[in-house]
């Protein structure tokens, strides 16, 4: 049983919950207690006045990788579990977003709400943004309590309580009644009890001034725990009682403003006028299908159920680093990659934006520059909400649910959806628009990917989440293995040669006779990915931290079989990897012929370069930690290598060489060590991630990439460049001109 | 489903207010905002109007850089919207602060904009030797060109120009920016048309203008418009300030020989110089595409009866479909201006029925197979994978990633060459 306890601050409701927290645990109840206020007193009483660190804090006090649930959960008064959400000083920042991180941390750090048999969330009811009702949401309270006084600003409060509750309500109704903290005997209960008629929800208790109240405080304890024998713990018990046995549930009817003030300030309700209930009423205040869901449709229940939001943290959110990128780009980069599926970004059309040129830009580079056609991004599949002024203040679901539609009528086989920073701002459901627009629909599932903007992590997050929450979904169970067919995980979208990689990849794997049935997720289809399971191997494209997630993930939710080794790039990492592949479906023998073949023409194709790169130094400084590539090349040239520097790089900590006691190697490299170490080491060739600038004396540099190019010549092609690059002059003409106007 | 005929996602106010800023030679945009936002506008920024002469990453690997040379961020991140920005705010601002810049311009990003953290005052603390503002909110799914002005406005507003003494024949260009494809080379264009008429540009609002060239904005005697859909509100606000009139050209533009010289005569009628010098130069590019035009018509027939489609702004779209239908006697199948729509949208709505080209207004340029498509590379790219042979030439943004060493203009009489090169090469 969840209870949401709503009330204008300062009217009490923090005692009243802690108070029914307490008689709930002396029924022996395990209870949670959430406290959803900044100034986070909610659980002082049950916690004998101990102040206890907030989600919030330790959310920014504490990295990733240590935060664990047990310390934000406090055990109090007969082991009532307290926790506070916290918030920012006033003034700065955003409370109610404060909120929306504090249920994300749990949820994070997997809080089994089963657990308990009550769970009691205490909401400041005053601020009426998304954040704060996120207890209202579907998953969250099944029961509302609003607290209000006699005073007029206390029941206006519970009016726009009811507000909220109205905007969320799902069959059934949640909203069990008003409980009367009354101010005292010369108050004018009256206007409560006129405004209880009028919204139709009844006064369920009535709480009387007592003076029990300041000296339970004084002690730091709950009048249950102080005062057990007392009349209002009576009470309290009997209001818990109560809660367990007797909650008929209402609609939630509030009145609009005039009415509210005819009726509470001026007196008695005008029997023969009807009375005006606010009627505000939204679109999508359509009824949710509440009800049965078709059979094969991916329900948001079924999402919530079986692939929750990512545990899975990108390496940046891990080492609480400066995020890059967001996790909104990230995750569209990734949906935009599966064919037949449309992605709806809830957001500002900036956002939108931004994410697309991001992905068009790789799709313009790889026509331009390589003549590769990649419709994935040059048509990215995305359709904008255009959030507008409108919508960040009043709430953009009937905008979302309106783009939906329009999405479902392009008749994909799939919809995802993404949200950007504003959307998770301002406390936007939208899963809400997504039971409404599924209910409609039977047969497309809308699939909501976890982003947020960059709320939610980084650009890798987002790809991350995209792949376990959105490709992940699709991923049918049942499906069976099927022979020579294999999978490829983790190739980077935002790359510029991976259309070429892969094609080098399927070429080699063709020569075994095997084909591959889904690459996840880039250039593929929904079809593809229900059918992932047919594969009986997979294969990384990288073995980076990304890869390795992929794996992780894949292991444990359908224990999939993966290659050890990543896409080889040069002649020894392409035979072994052959030779992994073959072994597994015991193709030995024809990839043995097929090394041999590649063997002789190596071995032709690397004597011119040989010829003029003998004996000759070079020296590497690079953010990559698998240079053997590189150095396989440079050894089979007969170079010699002077210095590897490993510059510190966040993604990866993992410098590994077979060739480690054939040249100098520094890791954690610091750039300012560069010129030292050139005038001391004077290579002829210099590798670098990016042409240096201004070297301290005359040689030549070139650049290594990031995502070098896969197979058995993948090294070769920079011999070719290294040979030519050392019969031009070590200074170009226009270097000396611009060092003259520089 | 034909994903094919999603919208273009266009750029908004947010992109626009950015673009202004990063427009003024020697000004910044300091992004309090997640890197999301940054890299992109960095990256435009720097290809669009590059300022450093190289680019070492390990130049700007400080924080708030990110590598880039341009836009340093806040990088926002969850706890900062809990909480506010205020220690990365007090840090940054002096960092960039710093950098040798005339003025500096903190931009909400759209997420920031929604925390409400008050800027000013962290500016006002921060006690700055460069002259600094806020920009709170950019807005929410505006149009470029309203952020693009809100920003210039603001601009202004902190740099107070003062109203001058006018300065012999001269004016200011409106409605520009370095998000125009090749803005460079056609702002070149324009101001040599209007220099050897004798007219001086004194600030151009903003797009490569410096601080000090807008501060003397007072001094010039008329704004004249370029892209009205970027100058309609400063405009105004500029003849508040300075009781500066404003000269518009109602055909648009100065795109093809007809709308440049009326555009040319518009403005020499009313600041009285003689326009004959740039109507030379404008007879001269006529008589050379007449030359060129002679050769190819005579041996293909083209380019008349081929057909076009324009995706643009107004202020282009109507001066370029006039000249394509009137001077190359190609057909117009498919003209669309965004969510924009103004005067010359409507004008342009009247000549398409006209002509008896009234389908061509927003239709679909997929449906209609145009010969040359004039629009971002994005709107060509889609229609050759629609597998439509269409020759594009790309007079708005995104490019393709072409580097242009040469400058190109499509404003003026090169502008009308260069389109003519480019169609008489394609067809």
Known sequence: ?742 | MNLKKLPEITPDGFTGAIMAIEGIKDAAVLLNGPTGCKFYHGAVADGQFPRVDSLDPLYYSEEFYFGQPRVPATYLDDHDYVFGATNKLEKILPVVAQKGHSLVAVVNSPGAALIGDDLERFIEQAGLPVPCFAIESTGFSDSFATGFQIAVIRALKLLAPQPLEFKGKSVNLVGMSIYHRHWQGSLDELCYLLKICGIRVVSVLCAGSGVEELKKLGSAEYNLVVHDEFADHITPFLKERFGQESIVSEKGAPVGFDATEAWIKKVCNRVDADPSPAQKVLAAARKQSCEVLSRFNSLTGLPKGATFAVSADPSMALPLTKWLYSWLGMVPVSICTGDTNNDYADILKKFLSDTGCKNAWNMDAADVRPDVAFGSEIFISRLRLCGLPVIGIDISLPGNGYMDVIQKSLLGARGALYLLEKIINGL
Not at chain 1, 300 to 312: I, P, T
Request: proline share 4%; aromatic share 8%.
């Open chain 1, 1 to 742: 049983m969840r209870i949401a306890i709503y009330g204008k601050g300062g009217i009490g409701k923090s005692t009243i919950t802690a108070n029914l927290a307490a008689a709930l645990a002396d029924q022996g109840k395990h209870v949670l207690q959430i406290g959803c206020d900044p100034k986070h007193d909610s659980t002082r009483l049950l916690l004998n006045g101990k102040r206890v660190m907030t989600a919030l804090d330790y959310l920014r006090d504490v990295p990733p990788s240590r935060q664990r649930l047990s310390e934000v959960f406090h055990t109090g008064y007969k082991g009532v579990v307290c926790a506070e959400a916290g918030g920012p000083e006033p003034g700065v920042g955003c409370a109610g977003r404060g909120i929306l991180s504090t249920f994300a941390l749990f949820d994070r750090l997997g809080l089994k709400t089963e657990e308990f048999d009550v769970i009691l969330y205490d909401v400041l009811g005053d601020v009426v943004c998304g954040g704060f009702a996120i207890p209202l949401r579907k998953g969250f309270a099944d029961i509302v309590y609003i607290v209000t006084s006699e005073e007029f600003m206390s029941i206006y409060a519970a009016n726009n309580i009811l507000r909220g509750v109205k905007n969320f309500d799902e069959s059934p109704y949640r909203t069990a009644g008003l409980i009367l903290n009354s101010r005292g005997e010369t108050e004018d209960r009256e206007k409560v009890y006129r405004f209880s008629e009028a919204v139709r929800l009844p006064v369920k208790h009535t709480i009387q001034r007592s003076n029990l109240f300041r000296k339970a405080e004084e002690l730091n304890k709950t009048i249950v725990e102080a005062f057990s024998e007392s009349s209002e713990t009576e009470l309290f018990q009997t209001m818990a009682r109560g809660f367990l046995d007797n909650n008929n549930l209402f609609a939630a009817a509030p009145l609009e403003d005039e009415a509210l003030e005819a009726i509470v300030l001026k007196g008695g309700i005008d029997t023969n006028k009807k009375i005006d209930h606010d009627i505000l009423e939204s679109n999508s205040a359509e009824k949710e299908n509440s009800g049965k869901e078709e059979p094969g449709i991916l329900s948001v229940s079924d999402q919530e159920n079986g692939l929750a939001g990512s545990v899975f943290l990108s390496k940046s959110m891990l080492c609480r680093e400066p995020l890059h990128g967001c996790a909104f780009t990230g995750a569209i980069c990734t949906t935009t990659q599966i064919n037949d599926s449309i992605t709806v970004v809830h957001g500002p059309r900036s956002c939108s934006h931004i994410a697309c040129q991001t992905i068009l830009a790789g799709g313009l580079r790889a026509l331009y520059q390589k003549n590769v056609i990649i419709p994935e991004q040059l048509f990215p599949s995305m359709l904008s909400s255009d959030m507008d002024e409108r919508v960040v203040i009043y709430g953009g679901k009937d905008d979302l649910i309106k783009k939906l539609r329009q999405a479902i009528a392009k008749k994909p086989q799939a919809v995802f959806l993404l949200t950007t920073c504003p959307s998770g701002l301002i406390g936007e459901d939208p899963e809400s628009a997504i039971r409404i627009v599924s209910s409609e629909n039977l047969g497309i599932p809308i699939i909501p990917v976890t982003t947020d903007g960059n709320l939610r992590g980084d650009y890798m997050q987002g790809v991350l989440n995209a792949c376990m929450e959105g490709a992940g979904a699709l991923i049918d169970p049942c499906a069976c293995q099927e022979d020579n067919l294999v999978n490829v995980i983790a190739e980077k979208n935002i790359a510029n040669n991976t259309e070429i990689n892969f094609a080098v990849i399927s070429k080699l794997l063709n020569k075994l006779g095997i084909t591959v049935n889904c690459r996840f997720v880039r250039r593929t289809s929904i079809k593809a990915l229900r059918g992932f399971l047919k594969g009986r191997l997979n294969l990384p494209a990288f073995n980076d931290y990304f890869g390795r997630v992929m794996i992780d993930f894949l292991k444990e939710r359908f224990q999939v079989s993966f290659a050890q080794n990543s896409f080889p790039i040069g002649f020894y990492e392409s035979e072994r990897w052959l030779k992994e592949i073959a072994a597994f479906f015991g193709k030995e023998a024809e990839a043995e012929r097929i090394i041999d073949f590649f063997r002789e023409e190596y071995r032709a194709m690397i004597k011119p370069f040989r010829n003029a790169l003998e004996g000759k130094r070079i020296m590497i400084i690079t953010y990559i930690h698998d240079t053997d590539w590189i150095l396989e090349t440079a050894f089979d040239m007969g170079m010699e290598v002077a210095k590897v520097c490993i510059l510190n790089y966040s993604q990866d900590n993992l410098f590994f060489t077979r060739y480690s006691d054939k040249f100098e190697v520094e890791t954690n490299y610091l750039p300012q060590k560069r010129d030292d170490d050139l005038r001391r080491l004077k290579p002829d060739l210099l590798l670098y991630n990016y042409t240096p600038q201004n070297l301290p004396l005359d040689l030549h540099a070139d650049i290594i990439p990031l995502c070098p190019d896969v197979g058995f010549y993948g090294g070769l092609v920079f011999a070719r460049r290294w040979a030519t690059l050392l019969k031009s002059p070590v200074k170009e003409g226009w270097k000396y001109e611009f060092e003259k106007i520089a």
